[in-house]
Every structure is written in structure tokens, then in C-alpha cells.
């Protein structure tokens, strides 16, 4: 074998072996330092693993980690997951329109229109009670918040309570923002299924809490109980 050669293909394995170390350094370090800052726990990546960070953040359950997709050549996303407080509408799901989904939508699939341009182009909504989710969808701040959806990528997505919000790459420096991004999807949420049952509670006078993820109105109107 030509010397040279093997004197080439040393040097390149000494430079992967160099840049995944200083990899697993980086996200050891930033990652790290995230999950401290936040009182979360911090899984470190190895050759066998992944990085992983997860515990809850105001009250919800939050997850970031490392996912490889596709075929052969596999594609690595950085994903940040939280949930709602609040139940959201049976069978809600919201994710970014590919080409399956207008092929659905040609041969009658479900896509509920909820009256905004930009999202309903961009974004397939779905759900058993399409009065429900138009009228959740209805809700300006919630609106603003799933343009989010639009910019992350393509398998990020609302799926019930649960918000899933991936960018491409091992993410290092931004994650924060990441987490960020879904938390803001969820709080969003929450307020937007929480403010007309606060409103009805005000105009009659009753008491408005929550049994089981579910929102309850109680107390007395017009002499009834309710």
C-alpha cells in the first residue's frame, strides 16, 4: 500500500476524531450550563447516546434531545418538547402542510380553515370538532405564537397537549431559545383555551377551576346551581 496513503487517511482520522471531541466538548459545556441555570437534568452525549436535558419549567414537563432521520445518509434535529396545562380539543394536531398532506387534502383528508392566511397555507390543522379548534385558533396571541411552526422544521408540531418544536443540526448556543420557542406554543395554548371560559365566569358570576385537565364552571346563576 502506498505509504502516502496511509499517511493521508491517519490525518483524516486523526481530524474526525479532533472535531467530534471538541463536538462533545461544546455541547457538554452549553448544554451543561443550560440544564444547571434551569435546575434541569443533564444527560451528556457519548458514543452510545445522545445528549439529553429534561425536568419541568414552570410547572410543565419539558424534554430536549438529539434525533437522527432519513435513510442512509441520517439527518440530525435538536427537539424541544413541553406540554399544555389545559386539554386542548380531541385529536388537535397543527404541523407545517408537505406533500402528503395536499395530496390528502386533494383526495378529501381533513384541513380546517381557521380564517388566518398566512397559517392556514403554511400549516394543516386537524381535530374531531372543527367549530373547536376554529374557535381556539381564533385567539391573536395564539395566532402569533404558531408562526413559530412555520419557521422551525418540518416535524415540528402540536399533537394534543404536547408541542414538539425541532431546528436542524446539534444545536448548541440556541437551545435556550429553542425550549423558549416551545414554551411559548404551550403558554399560548393555555391562554387561549383558559380566556372565553374566564369571560363566561365574570358575565355569570361563577367560579371557574380545573378537575383533571379539564375546565369546570360551578357556583350559583339566577337561583340555579350550577
Known amino acids: 500500500m502506498d505509504p ?16 467530534y471531541k471538541s463536538q462533545v466538548s461544546n455541547v457538554r459545556r452549553t448544554w451543561g450550563e443550560f440544564a ?16 439529553e436535558i429534561s425536568g419541568e419549567v414552570d410547572g410543565r414537563p419539558v424534554l430536549l434531545s438529539v434525533i437522527k432521520r432519513g435513510g442512509k445518509n441520517k439527518t440530525t434535529y435538536t427537539r424541544a418538547t413541553t406540554k399544555t396545562k389545559h386539554e386542548m380539543p380531541l385529536h388537535f394536531i397543527v404541523g407545517q402542510e408537505d406533500l402528503f398532506d395536499a395530496i390528502g387534502k386533494a383526495v378529501g383528508g381533513q384541513d380546517i380553515q381557521i380564517g388566518a392566511h398566512d397559517l392556514d397555507r403554511k400549516l394543516r390543522f386537524r381535530g374531531a370538532s372543527e367549530s373547536t379548534v376554529i374557535s381556539l385558533c381564533e385567539d391573536d396571541d395564539l395566532r402569533s405564537a ?8 418540518s416535524y415540528s408540531k402540536i399533537s394534543g397537549e404536547e408541542i414538539i418544536i425541532e431546528q436542524r443540526g446539534l444545536m448548541t448556543d440556541s437551545i435556550d431559545q429553542l425550549l423558549a420557542d416551545a414554551m411559548h406554543i404551550a403558554e399560548a395554548l393555555d391562554a387561549a383555551r383558559i380566556r372565553p371560559w374566564q369571560a363566561v365566569a365574570q358575565q355569570l358570576g361563577l367560579a371557574l377551576s380545573e378537575r383533571h385537565k379539564r375546565l369546570v364552571l360551578s357556583g350559583e346563576h339566577r337561583g340555579h346551581t350550577v
Request: aromatic share 12%.
Open 4 to 19: 502516502s496513503f496511509i499517511i493521508i487517511l491517519a490525518f483524516l482520522l486523526l481530524f474526525v476524531s479532533l472535531t
Open 36 to 51: 444547571q441555570e434551569q435546575g434541569l437534568r443533564f444527560v451528556p452525549q457519548d458514543l452510545f447516546t445522545n445528549p
Open 146 to 153: 404558531l408562526k413559530i411552526l412555520i419557521n422551525s422544521a
